[in-house]
């Protein structure tokens, strides 16, 4: 049977619930709950297990902290043996606007120290779900932002983003990352209202 892996990146802790920096956590929570798969407490990180048409799939959510997420990755990865090539990392990301996504078969950890940390343990080479964030906040101010919890208005824009990756992670098992980068990253743009 193939098997998957689908990481959320975030930190753990009730501090960190709800924070723009556990996107990817709450991106995976939507998964999860989407396939009627239970989380549990395992080495390294919370890990829920189901299945998609004869796949099946390990949906992680680190606890190393975010800075060595890459940890969590590299152990599961062995663990079940899976190829790199039938991972996909999720994280939050600054440099879109709130609510957009890309999805990427590979690059650089674009300062983001979870996937900076996965790529110095594993390399470039795995697909990864970039969630926007937004930069709304004065120079200096990056840490705070990251760590700083959305509000209702937020999620309202977010909610979305969060329901599509659903589909984009079902898509990504059974159609590869090609596929899928094809069909949804051109709806990973918010659409501007006209003024």
Partial sequence: MDKYLICGLGNPGDEYAGTRHNTGWMTVDAFAKAMGADWHDRRYG???ETSLKGRKIFVL?????????????????????????????????????????????????????GLGHIIQLIGQDFSRLRIGIGNDYPRGGQIDWVLGHYSADDM?????????????????VLQGIDE??????????????KE
């Fill in 156 to 172: 309202q824009t977010l909610q979305p983003t969060l329901d599509l990756s659903v589909d984009i992670i079902k898509s990504f």
């Fill in 46 to 48: 919370f890990v829920a």
């Fill in 61 to 113: 959510k680190p606890t190393t902290f975010m800075n060595l997420s890459g940890n969590a990755v590299r152990y599961w990865l062995n663990e079940e043996k899976i190829d790199q090539t039938r991972l996909l990392v999720i994280s939050d990301d600054v440099a879109l606007p709130l609510g957009e996504f890309r999805l990427k078969g590979g690059g650089s950890g674009g300062g983001h120290n």
């Fill in 180 to 193: 899928t980068m094809n069909a949804y990253n051109k709806l990973g743009k918010i659409k501007k209202e």
